[in-house]
């Protein structure tokens, strides 16, 4: 319950009701999708449970980190298709598209590592700072597992953030 004006004033300007969508999300490719497919002008309880996939190269894969204990951010995909209520991400991102929604799978982002983390300081990277680096396809991608190997083979350390049990596929990466 909100106490005061001031907290009123703030959830009624900062609160973005999402939804959660099913644990398995069905996703579509692009290039296979229709309009209809993922129609963001209904409301959140009408919009279809899945996400739209882009293959999409990157310029860049590590970011400078603002978060304390971490120097870089690394984040194989953009966009997330578990779409969480409580998720952060959507409010720092500023992406034109709903949260949930899309998820863009960095097909090179692996090389572009490779490159940076031979001439890049080497520091702590935070895998996974603003979407899930083990959602669903990356089962399929096996992005995330390819950026691991590369910052063990090269002794980086890492701190991933996720919530899903996929993350044991690459323990034998992170002993």
Same mark, same amino acid.
């Given at each position: 319950m909100l106490r005061n004006a001031k907290t009123a004033a703030?959830?009624?300007?900062?609160y973005k009701p999402r939804r959660n969508p099913p644990a398995q999300a069905n996703i579509?490719?692009?290039?296979?999708?229709?309009?209809?497919?993922?129609?963001?002008?209904l409301p959140a309880s009408r919009q279809l449970s899945h996400s739209v996939l882009n293959e999409v190269?990157?310029?860049?894969?590590?970011?400078?980190?603002?978060?304390?204990?971490?120097?870089y951010s690394l984040n194989p995909y953009k966009g997330c298709a578990h779409g969480c209520i409580y998720c952060?991400?959507?409010?720092?991102?500023?992406?034109?598209r709903a949260w949930g929604t899309f998820v863009d799978a960095k097909m090179n982002v692996?090389? +572009?590592?490779? !490159?940076?983390?031979?001439?890049?300081?080497?520091?702590? *990277?935070? #895998?996974?700072?603003?979407?899930?680096?083990?959602?669903s396809l990356e089962e399929k991608y096996k992005l995330t597992r390819k950026c691991l190997e590369i910052l063990a083979k090269r002794k980086w350390p +890492?701190?991933? !953030?996720?919530?899903?049990?996929?993350?044991?596929?690459? *323990?034998? #990466?992170?002993?």
């Open positions: 703030h959830a009624r300007i900062f579509v490719k692009a290039s296979e999708a229709n309009k209809t497919e993922c129609d963001l002008s190269v990157c310029r860049t894969a590590l970011s400078d980190s603002g978060l304390e204990g971490l120097d952060y991400a959507p409010d720092i991102t500023h992406v034109e692996a090389e +572009v590592l490779e !490159q940076e983390t031979r001439t890049k300081r080497r520091g702590v *990277v935070g #895998l996974g700072t603003v979407t899930d680096p083990y959602q +890492v701190c991933i !953030q996720t919530k899903s049990a996929l993350v044991l596929r690459d *323990v034998d #990466l992170l002993k």
